[in-house]
């Protein structure tokens, strides 16, 4: 197992709140505490995937045959209540 996350005191949190997210932006988790209970846990947030284009989805997408058809679209019209 690896290391256990860091841990700050909320009044340490408040005063180190810019190293946290600098330690957090290079991946770990910090964990807050009150009275030496844990109380919450900073994580970093996924990273966005980059699109690089035209193409990008190739082979994850798959339309039906009639994804375009006037039924279709009138299905869908219906759903949100516009009319066809």
Do not use: C
């Not at 709140?17 to 846990?41: N, Q």
């Not at 995937?49 to 339309?63: T, V």
């Amino acid at each position: 197992m690896g290391e256990p996350a860091p841990q700050y005191n909320i009044h340490e949190a408040k005063t180190q709140l810019s190293r946290i997210i600098e330690r957090v932006e290079h991946g770990e988790e910090v964990i807050i505490s009150r009275a030496g209970h844990p109380v919450a846990k900073v994580v970093p947030l996924p990273t966005a995937r980059r699109r690089s284009g035209w193409g990008s989805l190739a082979g994850q997408i798959s339309l039906a045959d009639d994804w375009d058809s006037a039924e279709t679209n009138a299905e869908i019209a219906d759903d949100f209540g516009i009319p066809s």
